[in-house]
């Protein structure tokens, strides 16, 4: 009983899945397209189709479709224009299906008249395998009719003309954004005229990313169309010359052959937010798919930049080895800290991939939120005001930074804070504000009610701020009684006044001198008030920009420089 026990015991712990990639084929189908699915809709999922010029010359759109009208094999075979109105053919005033365009019921669509259109750009495309891309030869096979002739069509692409209504396989590369289309093959002058079932075949390249084909007709009926009595018979009349019957496809095929040199395993840890506020988040991963599969992945970490790079374990991972099963790793940091990551996979072959000990993806994390303040201005105690009032709101973050401020007045609606808000009406206001930092913190909602009596419309200007590079900036508030700011200037010193944006609130000065300064702000509404207010106030430079801005300390630094290197050039030459 023992013995069976622990060999129970040794199989649970060797016989765990690795999902061992199974040899590639040397040849491997990706598509088989014969039109012979049960059902339509069978046959519709699998590819996606589309009018690329929602029919420029017409109007209307042509989509390629399956039918029974013309087949190399099988019942079915697919058709360049079985969808979409045509403008070449009338019945009864009203353009005519470019399916059986003479409405008949036969229903082996043998003999229904078949006729394509202008001005086409109609496309089929399906996306190809990711393995595809394991085979040097990508070939595509099909079979197709065609009854076209001359006229003026030319490639989507380029704009080049090719002079008669054409077929083109062609294939894509890229996804999403970067979807790229190519043209692998156009079908001559002589098979497109053909009325003959022809077989094609061209190769794409291993990065193709879709497969599909094109039929373009040009902006004029082609030569050799119907004539304009063609169908006078069945009430048919024909516009603007007498069209074809276009082209079908039939027996597609998609095959990959002859692999190519088996890839290295390559993964990363994608982009992460630039800050996190919580200490557990996703850690997403991809690889690049190699010929042998995955196996494992393990992910590493630092913190703030410096020691040594730790690999990340779980209660349920010990060994920090993570399945290939998933994309994502749920990653939970010990503190607040900027963190750091790289991941480092091993293939089906216990391939390690070499560790690259430099970060992939960085975030931060901020689990404190922000604090803001409010300051009133105007004539008041900081409850009761009369007068011009305003307020101002402010908020410090000291890890993510802060993200926005908002406020609201007597329990309105939220606003954004851009600029201090003036208020000219009489009334208690109750001010809510709170503050929202980069990582998505936000703090408890603040207070405050004030009462404001005799209000008026005016200008408050804020306490300057003082840069450390020595720039000066000054706020101020316009309040203002259901108008609006229509013109806003400036003046400095009892200087000339200098004309600003009317939505600006602030304003900057870089080249301040040091002492007292008097600025003027004055304000025209949409009513044609003019408002206006100074402030005087004091600036003092420090640092380097106190010493750059006083010519004496620069004579004065520059003088002992000029001492400093005499007297080491004295020195050298004695010691000569």
């Known amino acids: ?7 129970c015991m040794a199989m649970l712990v060797t016989v765990v899945p690795t999902k061992v990639a199974a040899a590639l084929p040397s040849e491997q189908t990706f598509v088989t397209e014969g039109a012979e699915e049960s059902t339509y809709d069978q046959w519709d999922e699998r590819w996606d189709r589309f009018d690329a010029n929602k029919d ?3 109007g209307g759109e042509d989509w390629w479709c399956r039918t029974m009208h013309e087949v190399h094999n099988g019942d079915h075979a697919i058709y360049c224009a079985k969808n979409g109105d045509n403008s070449h053919y009338y019945r009864d005033g009203t353009q005519c299906k470019d399916v059986n365009i003479a ?4 229903a082996s669509q043998k003999s229904d008249i078949l006729r394509y259109d202008t001005g086409m ?4 495309r399906r996306s190809l395998d990711t393995s595809v891309r394991y085979y040097e030869t990508v070939t595509v096979s099909f079979w197709f009719y065609s009854d076209t002739g001359h006229s003026d069509a030319k490639q989507p692409l380029d704009g080049s003309n090719v002079g008669y209504d054409f077929l083109n396989l062609v294939y894509w590369t890229g996804s999403g954004s970067t979807l790229t289309k190519h043209v692998a093959w156009t079908d001559t002058y002589a098979q497109a005229t053909s009325k003959s079932w022809i077989q094609a075949s061209a190769t794409i390249p291993y990065n193709a990313t879709y497969v599909g084909f094109e039929f373009v007709s040009g902006t004029t009926a082609p030569e050799g169309g119907d004539a304009t009595d063609a169908f006078t018979s069945q009430g048919i009349t024909i516009k603007n010359g007498g069209m074809k019957e276009g082209v079908f496809l039939d027996d597609i095929s998609v095959v990959g052959s002859g692999l190519r040199p088996a890839e290295d395993l390559q993964t990363a840890a994608e982009t992460l937010p630039e800050y996190e506020n919580s200490l557990t988040f996703n850690v997403n991963w991809t690889n690049n798919d190699p010929q042998m599969g995955m196996k494992w992945i393990d992910l590493y970490y630092r913190v703030n930049g410096a020691g040594d790079w730790i690999r990340y374990e779980t209660p349920l991972r010990p060994d920090g080895k993570f399945p290939n099963t998933t994309t994502s790793i749920e990653f939970t940091a010990p503190s607040e ?6 991941t480092q996979g091993t293939d089906n072959l216990n391939k390690v991939e070499t560790a690259r000990y430099a970060a992939d993806a960085s975030t931060k994390i901020d689990l404190t939120g922000p604090s803001s303040e409010i300051k009133f201005n105007g004539n008041g105690d900081g409850t009761n005001y009369k007068g011009t009032f305003s307020f101002s709101l402010s908020a410090t973050d000291n890890v993510s930074g802060v993200d926005s401020i908002h406020y609201r007045l007597n329990g309105g609606s939220w606003n954004e804070y851009t600029s201090g808000v003036g208020i000219a009406t009489n009334g208690t206001y109750k001010i809510e504000y709170f503050a929202t930092d980069k990582a998505g913190n936000e703090e408890k909602a603040h207070s405050s009610t004030i009462v404001l009596t005799e209000a008026k419309p005016g200008i408050t200007i804020d306490d300057p701020i003082i840069a450390s590079n020595g720039t000066v900036t000054l706020n101020f508030t316009v309040a203002l009684n259901g108008t609006s700011v229509t013109a806003l200037q400036y003046s400095l010193d009892n200087g000339d006044f200098i004309d600003l944006d009317p939505t600006v609130r602030s304003v900057t000065f870089t080249d301040l001198k040091e002492g007292q300064h008097t600025l003027t702000i004055k304000a025209t509404d949409s009513a044609g008030h003019v408002l206006q207010d100074s402030k005087t106030f004091s600036y003092k430079a420090n640092g380097l920009s106190s ?7 620069l004579v004065g630094i520059i003088a002992v420089i000029a001492v400093v290197l005499v007297t080491a050039f004295w020195f050298v030459r004695r010691k000569r």
Do not use: H, K, Q, R
């Open 1 to 7: 009983m023992a013995l069976a026990v622990l060999v």
């Open 56 to 58: 420029i010359a017409s």
């Open 103 to 106: 409405a008949s019921s036969d």
């Open 121 to 124: 750009d109609s496309v089929m």
């Open 337 to 342: 800290g900027s963190y750091e990551f790289f």
């Open 547 to 553: 010493i750059l801005s006083n010519p004496l300390y």
